[in-house]
């Protein structure tokens, strides 16, 4: 079945230091794949998305890149904020599985003053 | 736009007692529906999905079934809790080629 796997965290930084969250997925199909973002306090939301193989998605600085070859949609932000604490969440949605959301296990990011 | 009305926030319930959450779907039709667990200092775990009325498929076994007795309606049942079923319950939804839409969640401590 459908699987996706991320770093584990908690992975504590520093402001304006790089932040990179690996996630690798298998998948029997071709997935769309996700991140997601849950604040402290607060509900999961979409951070960014990507439908095909190469696409980017980008949005509040953070971008990730589907990688067919590797099977992976890793995080990435250049300069991380106190505002960007939060666990991230990776997760595929495959048309050969009814499109069902897998989610990876999150990581939990705290980035400190 | 899609929402997903979950209630309670919160619920602390007894061990052996039984347990009923229900989400419900506004803004779109015929959705996948989801219920997630997230235990302490885990992930996302599904529990069930379904594709439409009466459809359930369940990933995990365990102590908690789930129903969908009407298109936008959605339930988490249990007869008796037990200790481990404390955790985080999540509803989430989405439709073909969209992103997924999510309750705010139950909280829930069992006893």
């Known amino acids: 079945g459908d699987s996706v796997t991320q770093m584990e965290g908690p992975v504590t930084l520093s402001e304006e230091a790089f932040l990179t969250i690996n996630c690798t997925y298998t998948?029997?199909?071709?997935?769309?794949l996700f991140w997601y973002v849950q604040y402290p306090g607060e509900g999961l939301q979409l951070l960014l998305k990507?439908?095909?193989?190469?696409d980017k998605g980008s949005n509040k600085g953070f971008e990730a890149t589907y990688r067919k070859e590797t099977t992976s949609f890793h995080l990435e932000k250049g300069s991380v904020q106190v505002s960007d604490s939060a666990v991230y969440f990776c997760?595929?949605?495959?048309?050969?599985?009814?499109?069902?959301?897998?989610f990876g296990g999150g990581t939990r990011v705290l980035v400190k003053p | 736009s899609q929402t997903i009305h979950q209630w309670p926030a919160t619920l602390v319930q007894p061990v052996g007692s039984p347990l009923s959450l229900e989400c419900t779907v506004e803004?779109?039709?015929?959705?996948?529906l989801y219920w997630y667990r997230q235990a302490a200092g885990r992930g996302l775990q599904l529990l069930f999905y379904?594709?439409?009325?009466?459809?359930i498929s369940s990933e995990v076994p365990q102590n908690l079934s789930a129903s969908r007795p009407q298109d936008r309606q959605f339930i988490l049942s249990s007869k008796k809790l037990l200790l481990s079923d404390s955790g985080f319950y999540l509803c989430?939804?989405?439709?073909?080629?969209?992103?997924?839409?999510f309750g705010q969640g139950t909280r829930l401590t069992v006893v």
């Open positions: 990507a439908t095909k193989a190469d």
């Open positions: 997760a595929l949605s495959d048309p050969n599985a009814g499109n069902k959301l897998t």
């Open positions: 379904s594709v439409g009325i009466g459809q």
């Open positions: 803004g779109t039709s015929n959705p996948n």
């Open positions: 989430a939804g989405d439709r073909v080629n969209t992103e997924a839409f």
């Open positions: 998948a029997t199909g071709y997935p769309s």
